[in-house]
């Protein structure tokens, strides 16, 4: 297990990445999931990643698990990856901007947020 201070760390890390709220999570997953032919359930919409930062914005830190802290270490590291947090791009302009955005989004992350 993670000692406390990693925790605190990597707690305070995600929460900064994922500035989506969890209500603002799942309405984007179920959106980006919506399609004339079939549209999934709304709690299992999204990518498994996806669900899951859902589900850790739901819990306590004392009642995360191994696998929560896992994907949250995932999450930090691809939105550091590829957002410059301090420095936030101007509101997108280009087609990769928008499929970088939403890729971003499918982690709790949206970039046009300040």
Known sequence: MTDALELDA???DFHRVVNMTSQ????WLR???ADEATEPLPDQAGSATGQHVL????????DLTEDDLRV????VDTVTGQVDLENEPEPEVTAED???RRRLM?????PLKG
Do not use: C, F, P, S
């Not at 603002?24 to 309405?27: G, Q, T």
């Not at 589900?55 to 004392?62: G, S, Y």
């Not at 499918?106 to 949206?110: A, E, F, I, L, Q």
């Open 98 to 100: 928008t499929r970088r």
């Open 24 to 27: 603002e999570l799942a309405a």
């Open 72 to 75: 949250m270490r995932k999450v």
């Open 55 to 62: 589900a850790i914005l739901q819990k306590r830190r004392t």
């Open 10 to 12: 990597l707690w305070e």
């Open 31 to 33: 959106v980006r999931d």
């Open 106 to 110: 499918t982690v709790g992350h949206d």
